[in-house]
T-cell receptor
């Protein structure tokens, strides 16, 4: 079956512009996670959804970051007024349910802010 | 202060060697994950542990909840095992904390 997909795979944007990153989870997976991996740094947890709700948004780096999920499926991560430090690979993962279930990762979106 | 510490940061082994990667954490957890990331590739979840030991093929993961420590072992290592191995812990609020990864190179 289809895995987690993300689009675009690469995005180059100018500083100050807004960007939207999309994640399509595995069908039937109710939990969806967003992570960031900056160059030379480790993975950073951003936010997770159980269904359409995000119980905790404290992992988002700043108020320029927002995420939503509608219909319990596709999620978008929006970064407003992008800064160079936002350059990273943004990874999405899904699992059957939030909790003790395996996560399946998407290929990521490489964001470069110039 | 990192909630998750991994060691070693880098590891080079000869094909066939037994490999151990260690992970220590400082937060209360509901589960610990071991992830594998190949160069230029995506991330694959290898194990999710809340207690004891799990085995998949040549890979073994153990966790000691009292000592807040986990190990990932690779038996009969092979060049295709070359990757970055990442330890991640999930707290009871479903937030994740990641180690910085162990870069493994297995030489033929």
């Amino acid at each position: 079956g289809a895995g987690v997909s993300q689009s675009p795979s690469n995005k180059v944007t100018e500083k100050g512009k807004d960007v939207e990153l999309r994640c399509d989870p595995i069908s039937g997976h109710t939990a969806l996670y967003w992570y960031r991996q900056s160059l030379g740094q480790g993975l950073e947890f951003l936010i997770y959804f159980q269904g359409n709700s995000a119980p905790d948004k404290s992992g988002l780096p700043s108020d320029r970051f927002s995420a939503e999920r509608t219909g319990g499926s596709v999620s978008t991560l929006t970064i407003q007024r992008t800064q160079q430090e936002d350059s990273a690979v943004y990874l999405c993962a899904s699992s059957l349910w939030a909790g003790l279930y395996e996560q399946y990762f998407g290929p990521g979106t490489r964001l470069t802010v110039t | 202060k990192n909630e998750v510490e991994q060691s070693p940061q880098n590891l080079t082994a000869q094909e066939g060697e037994f490999i151990t990667i260690n992970c220590s954490y400082s937060v209360g957890i509901s589960a610990l994950h071991w992830l594998q990331q190949h160069p230029g590739g995506g991330i694959v979840s290898l194990f999710m542990l809340s207690s004891g030991k799990k085995k998949h093929g040549r890979l073994i993961a153990t966790i000691n909840i009292q000592e807040k420590h986990s190990s990932l072992h690779i038996t009969a290592s092979h060049p295709r095992d070359s990757a970055v191995y990442i330890c991640a812990v999930r707290n009871t609020g479903n937030q994740f904390y990641f180690g910085t990864g162990t870069s493994l190179t297995v030489i033929p």
